[in-house]
C-alpha cells in the first residue's frame, strides 16, 4: 500500500516535509478493524510533527497524521462494535474512552503510526462511527479539530458571548458550535478577507489584532463587560489580551499556544475572577455526543481545501502558508 512518511531523509527538494513510501496492507489482530482510509486532515501538531518541531520524539519514517475518516475493510476476531462497510472516523486519543483526562497515551503521528496511508489497522474501541450526512472528507476534520473546539465551548448557552482567535481549524468549529448554542461570536484574526468569512459565518464583530494590538479592551467594549468564554489559541502571545477581554467570572479555555511571548500577569487574571481551564481534544464519548449534535444539526465543517492524495506534501506546504480559512484535507 502507498503511505507518505516523516522524517524519511533530509526532506524533500521545495521543503517537502514528508515523503512516499510502500508498506505491507496490515492485518488486523484480534480485536481490531482493518479501515480503507478515504480522507485525512491536518492540525497544527501535524506540521510541527513533519517539521520535526513537536515537543515528543517521532521516529523517522513514522506516518503522520492523527485525523482520518474510511470504510472498515476487515473485522478481528471479537470486533463488536463495527462492521465490514461501516464508515469510521479515528479518535485523537484512542484510550481515552470516557471520563476524566486519564494521563497522556500513545498518539497517532507520534506513538503510533497515523492516517496519511491507504489502510490502517487499529483497535476498535479508538473509532467512532461517521455522521451520514458529511462526506469522508468532512468527517476527517473532527477527531482534533471539532473534539476541541467542542470541549472549549461546552457549557456556552444562548446570551453568552465567546471570543474566538483566529481562523484556523479549531476557531471556525468553536464559532459554529457557539452559535449553534446561541451565543453571540466575537472574532480576531489577521485579515479583512477572513473578518469577511469570519462574518459569514455568523461573527457578530470581527477586531484585526494586527492593527488593533490591544484588541482585548476592544472586545471588552463590543461584548458590554466581557466575553464570557474565551478560546484561547495564541497562548502566551495573547493571554494578556484575553484577560482584558474575559468578563468577570469568565472562563478562558487554553486550546493552543501558537503566539510567543510573556504569558500572563497572575494579579490582572486574579482581579477577573475567571478561570483558567486546559483543553485536551476530548474523549471517544465526548466525540460521540459531539457527532449526535452534528447529525441533528446537519452541522458542516468548514474546509478550505482539498488535496489529493499524491500531493500530500503540497497539502502541508498549503497548511504552512497559513492563508487558510478553516480545514485542509487530503482525499485519499
Ligand atoms: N489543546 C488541544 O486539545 C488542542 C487541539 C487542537 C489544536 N490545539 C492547538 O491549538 C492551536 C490552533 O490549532 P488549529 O488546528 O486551529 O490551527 P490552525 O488551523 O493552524 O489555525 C491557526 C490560526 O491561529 C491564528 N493565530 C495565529 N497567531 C495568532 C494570534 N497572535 N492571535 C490570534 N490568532 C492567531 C491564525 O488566524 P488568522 O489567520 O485568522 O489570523 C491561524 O489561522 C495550535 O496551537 C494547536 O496546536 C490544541
Not at 515537543?55 to 463488536?80: H, K, N, T
Not at 500513545?106 to 483497535?123: C, S, V
Not at 464583530?205 to 474565551?230: F, I, K, M, Q
Request: glycine fraction near 12%.
Amino acid at each position: 500500500m502507498r503511505t507518505f512518511q516523516v522524517r524519511a531523509g533530509d526532506g524533500l527538494p521545495g521543503g517537502g516535509l514528508v515523503t512516499p513510501a510502500e508498506r505491507p496492507v496490515p492485518s488486523p489482530s484480534a480485536g481490531e478493524v482493518l479501515v480503507r482510509v478515504k480522507a485525512s486532515s491536518l492540525n497544527a501538531r501535524d506540521l510541527l510533527i513533519a517539521a520535526g518541531r513537536y515537543s515528543v520524539e517521532v521516529p523517522p519514517g513514522r506516518i503522520p497524521l492523527s485525523d482520518g475518516s474510511g470504510v472498515v475493510e476487515a473485522v478481528g476476531d471479537g470486533v463488536s462494535r463495527f462492521r465490514v462497510g461501516d464508515r469510521v472516523v479515528s479518535t485523537f486519543h484512542p484510550t481515552w474512552l470516557y471520563g476524566r483526562f486519564p494521563a497522556w497515551g500513545e498518539l497517532h503521528g507520534t506513538q503510533r503510526d497515523g492516517w496519511l496511508t491507504e489502510y490502517i489497522a487499529l483497535d476498535e474501541q479508538s473509532l467512532v462511527a461517521a455522521p451520514d450526512h458529511l462526506s469522508f472528507e468532512e468527517a476527517a476534520t473532527l477527531p482534533c479539530a471539532a473534539l476541541t473546539a467542542w470541549s472549549a465551548v461546552s457549557g456556552v448557552g444562548p446570551g453568552d458571548a465567546l471570543l474566538v482567535q483566529g481562523s484556523g481549524g479549531v476557531s471556525v468549529f468553536a464559532l459554529q458550535f457557539a452559535r449553534l448554542a446561541g451565543a453571540r461570536v466575537v472574532a480576531t484574526t489577521s485579515s479583512g478577507e477572513k473578518a469577511r468569512r469570519l462574518t459569514a459565518l455568523g461573527a457578530s464583530d470581527v477586531v484585526n489584532y494586527l492593527s488593533t494590538p490591544e484588541w482585548g479592551a476592544r472586545v471588552r467594549a463590543l461584548t458590554d463587560g466581557g466575553a464570557d468564554r474565551v478560546v484561547e489559541i495564541g497562548g502566551a502571545g495573547t493571554l494578556s489580551q484575553s484577560i482584558d477581554a474575559v468578563a468577570y467570572g469568565g472562563q478562558i479555555a487554553l486550546v493552543g499556544n501558537l503566539a510567543s511571548g510573556s504569558g500572563m500577569d497572575i494579579t490582572r487574571f486574579f482581579r477577573r475572577a475567571a478561570t483558567l481551564r486546559s483543553i485536551s481534544v476530548g474523549s471517544r464519548s465526548d466525540f460521540e455526543r459531539m457527532n449526535k449534535v452534528i447529525a441533528r444539526h446537519r452541522l458542516r465543517p468548514v474546509i478550505d481545501r482539498v488535496f489529493p492524495f499524491d500531493e500530500a506534501p503540497e497539502a502541508f506546504s498549503h497548511f504552512e502558508k497559513g492563508s487558510r480559512v478553516g480545514k485542509v484535507v487530503i482525499s485519499h
